[in-house]
Nanobody, 121 residues
């Protein structure tokens, strides 16, 4: 089995910072992509940032210049440093990994349980 465990959420004032972490554990052969998504109340889940094995990184436009995603491959961990937070960043943040569990198997999507980030004005 594979588990993704997030940590680091909380409440912060506008302009503040938070750092999210997500560690993947279990029967993992290869992680292709690790990503962060978020879902605000009444809205669809959206991709915030993702990082490929190659190191290629993509961000949603609304967080560019404020958020930084990083990955520690030996630890199967992805981080999201969030600076200059805004009230509109308030959401449940989910960790996502696309990974394979054995050599030659196809990759599947795995999700963390989510961590709440609340930014007050």
């Amino acid at each position: 089995q594979v588990q993704l465990v997030e940590s680091g959420g909380g409440m912060v004032q506008a302009g503040g910072s938070l750092r999210l972490s997500c560690a993947a554990s279990g029967n993992i052969f290869r992680i292709n992509v690790m990503a962060w998504y978020r879902q605000a109340p009444g809205k669809q889940r959206e991709l915030v940032a993702l990082i490929f094995n190659s190191g290629t990184i993509n961000y949603v436009d609304s967080v560019k210049g404020r958020f930084t995603v990083a990955r520690d491959n030996p630890k199967n961990t992805v981080y999201l440093q969030m600076n200059s937070l805004k009230p509109e960043d308030t959401a449940v943040y989910y960790c996502n990994a696309v990974l394979s569990t054995t050599y030659g198997s196809s990759a599947s999507n795995y999700w963390g349980q989510g961590t709440q980030v609340t930014v007050s004005s």
